[in-house]
């Protein structure tokens, strides 16, 4: 059957990539439709029920000023919030927030529902109207067919999914739902390149059945922080603390005696596994020499005794994960209500795609999300927001939108996707944009938030709260610029008392502010009323602070711009190469970039990798 409404856009999928890349296009004024499996899914969170962390929040705190929903559900869902890296500078600070899972999923389907232009459908795609090499449309696995100028896929780690716990496997999306073959056997017969990948979960654990008293407990930061720019602390439902638990002896004997039972090492499982969430039985090896690992024990909701192990996800048999988790300080007496499993899914290289996210196969046809190759939600609502804006532009015959390097984390990922492509789960760190100091998650809105209005993605509410809040930055920083102390005064006295030392000459307040022992607080008081918006405020203090370093950051740009062409020998051994990680040294082997642009254009390898690589080839000479 044709279903009678054409669509500007279809969405399949409603994951994170999905609800992003269906509200940004419905945003923008296109008719779209979300077709996802499940509406009762839609924005689950497939493993842990976290959002944010680092080089993960800049994201979030992107997809928000952009006028996407993630930073808002996270304000609305987050039982526990922190600041990671508070003592070090603010271009590696990152929120983290633990969220209710069920709270967190309401508010995207909340969004969703009330979202004008937009209407949800619940079935699988089974098939894509093609006509040549251009995309018309969708068909579902009962025979309704969709039409429309777009088409964005999101299916996450649905196409051919399959299962593993222990040795026994089943077909899944994850665990509960169903896998999409169809979809992935249609999509195998496009000129795609195809390959699997892998990643797992850790077993819940049932709180009633555990004993707090010996764990350490890890409260949320006071303040609480706040992930939206239109967030505030009233949104957040009641906060509770996570604990840590920690692995030992037995636990890595327990693993170490079982690993012939592991799909991942007893061969069984091809797709390659995140790095940077490697399972249990993953990290016991690798670290063999370390005799304890930390767990953090996080709940995954207020109206539930479920609690999410964060740190032993694994793909061992049930009765190894109960002996791993009882083997651990206050989980003895633990009681599993759900098992970990491994999940293995196709993706495609994302080098077939452009940066808009179309694909080079197929007109029309947009992948967001871990379909590319990336892990993480946050990873995922970034790729989403922007297929589903190109999608919407598309149907409407614009230009293809995307930001650059230095403009956004969005741009990084996006490049490094499609310009190297990925052979292990893709996760973005501070590390993997060179510009990290002008890139920071305190600045997202005041970087992106004037294109995402003239992109129509930003609405009349955010638009005010932005325009009002870069009209007081630029004011207060002007004010303190204008602002003077005289030596001997009794502002001058009060720094005096603050910093030890006299003031020798005359200063502006803004030139104190970028002392390291001064602060906002310190400071603007001095001369006339400080603001009262906390934002404002921290934003005049990083302005202040960071433009020497960033100023610095830029030599060091234009100096690695003029190496850009500098050799590098078919024959360097970069095992020899002293201070660069093993993962970079791995990397740069594999690859064996002929330049040092090359070199410093592959993921991971970051701008103070090439200053060394630079200096190994001076050394050499
Ligand atoms: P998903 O969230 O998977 O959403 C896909 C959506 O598409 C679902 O709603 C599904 O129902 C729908 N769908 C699929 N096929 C069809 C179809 N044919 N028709 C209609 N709808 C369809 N990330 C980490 O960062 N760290 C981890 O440790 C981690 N562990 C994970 C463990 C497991 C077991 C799983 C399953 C995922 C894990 N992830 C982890 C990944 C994280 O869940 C994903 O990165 C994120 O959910 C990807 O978002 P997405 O929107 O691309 O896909």
């Known amino acids: 059957m044709e279903y009678p409404d054409r669509f500007d856009v279809i969405v399949i999928g409603g994951g994170h990539a999905g609800t992003e890349a269906a509200l940004a296009s419905a945003r923008m004024g296109c008719q779209t439709l979300l077709l996802t499996h499940n509406i009762e899914t ?11 962390g680092i080089g993960k929040s800049h994201l979030v705190k992107e997809i928000d000023a952009l006028g996407g929903a993630m930073g808002l559900a996270t304000d609305l869902g987050g039982i526990q919030f922190r600041v990671l890296n508070a003592r070090k500078g603010p271009a590696v600070r990152a929120t983290r927030a633990q969220a209710d899972r069920v709270r967190y999923k ?14 949800i459908f619940q079935q699988a795609a ?5 006509d040549g090499d251009t995309v018309r449309g969708v068909v579902t696995e009962t025979g309704i067919r969709f039409r429309a ?25 994850r665990a509960g739902d169903p896998p999409s073959n169809a979809l992935a056997n249609r999509l195998r017969e496009l000129p795609f390149r195809v390959d699997r990948l892998k990643t797992g979960t850790p ?9 707090f008293s010996v764990l350490e407990e890890q409260p949320g930061d006071t303040p609480t922080p706040v992930m939206s720019f239109l967030g505030n602390r009233e949104m957040h439902p009641r906060q509770v603390s996570c604990h840590i638990a920690h692995t030992n002896e037995r636990t890595h004997e327990i693993i170490f005696a079982n690993l012939d039972r592991s799909p991942m090492y007893s061969g069984v499982i091809e797709g390659v596994g995140p790095r940077y969430c490697p399972s ?10 370390k005799a304890s690992h930390q767990v953090f024990i996080e709940p995954e909701g207020l109206d539930t005794h479920e609690l999410y192990p964060n740190g032993i996800s694994t793909s061992l048999p049930f009765d190894v994960q109960l002996q791993v988790v009882r083997s651990i300080k206050g989980l003895e007496n633990a009681h599993i209500t759900r098992p970990g499993y491994a999940i293995e899914y196709d993706f495609f290289d994302p080098r077939d795609l452009r940066h808009s996210l179309e694909t080079k196969f197929i007109h029309n046809l947009f992948f967001a999300g871990q379909i590319n190759g990336t892990t993480g939600y946050e990873e995922a609502g970034a790729q989403g927001l922007l297929a589903g804006l190109n999608a919407a532009r598309r149907a409407k015959g614009l230009e293809a939108w995307w930001p650059r390097r230095d403009e956004a984390y969005l741009g990084v990922l996006v490049d490094d996707l499609i310009t190297l492509g990925t052979k292990e789960p893709y996760r973005m760190f501070t590390s993997r944009a060179e510009y990290r100091l002008l890139l920071r998650e305190d600045n997202a809105d005041l970087r992106l938030t004037e294109a995402g209005r003239e992109l129509g993605l930003v609405d009349d509410a955010r638009w005010a709260a932005f325009s009002v809040k870069r009209e007081a930055i630029e004011r207060e920083s002007a004010r303190l610029k204008a602002s003077w102390v005289q030596p001997g005064s009794p502002a001058a006295e009060a720094i005096e008392v603050r910093t030890g030392k006299p003031l020798a000459r005359e200063y502006s307040l803004l030139d104190l502010l970028k002392r390291p022992e001064l602060g906002y607080a310190d400071v ?15 934003q005049v203090q990083i302005q202040a602070k960071y433009q020497g370093y960033i100023d610095r950051q830029q030599d060091e740009i234009d100096k690695l711009k003029r190496h850009e062409a500098t050799p590098l020998p078919a024959d360097l051994d970069y095992a020899q190469v002293e201070g660069l990680s093993h993962e970079i040294r791995q990397k740069l082997a594999e690859a064996r970039p002929e330049t040092l642009a090359q070199a410093s254009r592959i993921s991971g390898v970051t701008p103070a990798a090439v200053s060394i690589l630079l200096i190994h080839l001076k050394k050499r000479r």
Request: a negative charge.
């Open 203 to 211: 077993p819940r654990l049932d709180a009633k059945s555990v004993d």
């Open 42 to 52: 839609l924005g689950q969170m497939s493993c842990n029920p976290a959002i944010g």
């Open 524 to 538: 603007a008081h001095l001369a006339g009323e400080p603001v009262n918006d906390e934002a404002v405020a921290e």
């Open 106 to 119: 309401a508010a995207i389907r909340g969004m969703l529902e009330n979202a004008p232009n937009l209407t």
């Open 280 to 289: 249990i039985e993953d990290k016991v090896h690798r670290f063999a020499d």
């Open 126 to 130: 089974g098939d894509l109207i093609v």
């Open 149 to 173: 100028e777009t088409v964005v896929l999101c299916t996450g780690t649905f196409l051919g999914g399959v299962i593993h716990i222990g040795l026994e496997q089943s077909r899944g999306g």
